[in-house]
């Protein structure tokens, strides 16, 4: 199914990043501020977001998909985007909310695209299907070394079990952040780094500032 234009009144942001780049602070303290000024928003994630992509969400991160190989995978990440943005994100934005949305199409484009090894063509042909114009209006990647995004989220796991993808060595998190960056440079008005290696007050300070100047001056919403 092609994703067909609904009406969007709202406004719809993705925060992306490598493991430990605190998104899901940043995505928090985010749809805090703008509640604060009286804007709905919700805080979403990938994969992931709706009943039916968390099924997949656990199916993805258990690493059960994995040896169908980086195609398939992104096929099913995709697939939980396609019910994500059917059932929470285009309704959310037709209503006028902001959706803020922890990880999106970025994410299949670095970590199955760029690390898998797939094909421009293959990612770009499955972002169109999947995603179609429901592509976010503002994309903050979040930018950390990977040194200390993998200390990071070690910290966070305490003992609990790696998941598949922060089992990665520190060359495939410095390829991730490669690939993220190279998406940045492509997409220059939707996607803005941010130094994240910061204190988290700092980083979400450098994000409001964005968030204010591109979607809430009086320019950006009529
Ligand atoms: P999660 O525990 O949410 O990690 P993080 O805090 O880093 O976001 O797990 C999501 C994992 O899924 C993360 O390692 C990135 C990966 N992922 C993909 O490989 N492709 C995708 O399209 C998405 C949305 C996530």
């Known amino acids: 199914m092609v994703a067909s234009k609904g009406l969007r009144k709202g406004r719809f942001i993705t925060f992306e990043g490598g493991e430990g780049s605190g998104k899901s602070t940043q995505v928090k303290m985010l749809v805090e501020s703008l509640a604060t000024r009286g804007i709905e928003a919700v805080a979403t994630r990938e994969p992931g977001g709706s009943p039916d992509a968390e099924v997949l969400r656990t199916a993805l991160l258990s690493g059960l998909v994995a040896p169908l190989g980086p195609a398939a995978e992104a096929m099913i990440f995709s697939a939980a985007r396609i ?33 898998g090894n797939l094909s421009e063509s293959f990612i770009d042909g499955l972002e169109h299907v999947t995603v179609g114009d429901s592509m976010p209006d503002l994309t903050f990647i979040l930018d950390v070394p990977a040194e200390i995004g993998l200390a990071r989220a070690a910290r966070r796991r305490g003992d609990d079990a790696v998941d598949r993808f922060e089992a990665e060595t520190i060359d495939f998190h410095r390829a991730l952040l490669a690939a993220f960056h ?16 910061r204190r988290p007050n700092h980083v979400a300070a450098l994000i409001w500032h964005q968030v204010e100047a591109r979607l809430l001056s009086k320019t950006s919403l009529t």
């Open 83 to 115: 019910d994500h943005l059917d059932k929470l994100i285009k309704p959310a934005l037709a209503r006028g909310a902001f959706v803020v949305c922890d990880r999106f199409a970025d994410s299949t484009r670095a970590y199955q695209g760029a690390l």
């Open 182 to 197: 190279d998406i940045a440079e492509r997409n220059p008005h939707r996607c803005v780094i941010i130094d994240a290696a």
